[in-house]
């Protein structure tokens, strides 16, 4: 988890995190994401002799399948030379691969999907800003203020001018906590003293209307 998410710490305590547990094991990235791999694989397999559509669909982790294509092409970029192997001849293994994943991939993408579209997500997906890590980081902080030193501290690093103005605002808010809270003690004091003098009153009265 990114430290952007991480900041995030009374957003995430609304999220049941078991449900993401089973996403973390997949997306282990021990043995080259051989867990993912797997799944892969028994969806791919699942898919080929499905009935229902529901069942067809195969939807990969678009960025490690871009990487593995990648380092697929660039993999024997040392030995060979515009896919050629050093002894001149064509690298058919290179491109037997290549061309593998990537019929696989548009075999993925010709299943009908029998779920309804959503047009709210769709304009969403299409029209969404695409923020780096540094604008991710400083949208969690407008969200959620930083909390301790070190995010206060990565906030000013971030945007020097809005760092500044936090820690304004950050102080003119502790300074009116603590007169919230000094005022309540007094009125608690005062208080306090109200009731003192009415019970004194009280056995003032009673006695008397004793004599």
């Known amino acids: 988890m990114t430290l952007t998410c ?3 710490p009374s957003q ?3 999220v049941q995190s078991a449900k ?4 973390e094991h997949q997306m282990d990235p021990t043995s080259n994401f051989s867990s993912y791999r797997s799944t892969l694989k028994a969806a791919m397999w699942r898919s080929a002799g499905a009935v229902d559509d529901r069942q067809k669909i195969v939807i990969p982790f678009f960025s490690l399948l871009v990487k ?4 697929l092409n660039e993999g024997c970029a040392s030995r060979c030379v515009l896919g050629r192997l050093p002894n001149g001849h064509i690298n058919f293994d290179k491109f037997w691969q290549l061309a593998k994943q990537v019929t696989e991939f548009m075999a993925w993408k010709q299943v009908t999907c029998p779920f309804e579209r959503a047009p709210d997500v769709i304009n969403h997906l299409h029209t969404a800003h695409m923020l780096s890590e540094t604008g991710l980081a ?3 902080f407008e969200c959620e203020g930083p909390d301790n ?3 206060k501290e990565r906030y000013k690093t971030l945007n020097p001018a ?4 936090f820690e304004r605002r950050w102080v003119f808010q502790e300074s009116q906590r603590l007169t919230t809270r000094q005022s309540i003690t007094r009125n608690k004091k ?3 003293k109200k009731c003192k003098s009415d019970r004194t009153g009280i056995t003032f009265v009673i006695s008397l209307k004793a004599c």
């Open 12 to 14: 995430w305590s609304k």
């Open 68 to 71: 593995d294509l990648y380092f």
């Open 149 to 151: 030193s070190y995010e």
């Open 138 to 140: 400083l949208a969690s």
């Open 6 to 8: 991480l900041s995030l």
């Open 20 to 23: 993401f547990s089973v996403l």
């Open 190 to 192: 005062a208080s306090r």
């Open 162 to 165: 809005q760092g500044a103005r």
